[in-house]
């Protein structure tokens, strides 16, 4: 099991995503623990994460470790 944990977190150069005739979508999500199950502390804040998907092609994921709050 460990191996497989040591080759998920291995950092790889990647090659630009996208290029002519390709179409990227990009999203994000917040990850992180939920509030229950923590008996007098605090839940730690959610961590954001940025994925990028090249249409039938390859995926990329990076926490994004400085985000500028939401405007309404």
């Known amino acids: 099991m460990s191996h497989r944990l040591r080759e998920a977190m291995r ?10 005739g390709k179409t990227v979508e990009a999203d994000e999500t917040f990850v992180g623990g939920k509030a229950r199950n923590r008996a007098y502390r605090e839940p730690p804040p ?11 092609g390859r995926v990329a994921s990076f926490h994004v470790p400085k985000r500028h709050p939401r405007r309404r």
């Open 11 to 20: 950092v790889l150069k990647m090659d630009p995503i996208g290029g002519a």
């Open 46 to 56: 959610k961590e954001a994460v940025m994925a990028l998907v090249e249409r039938g």
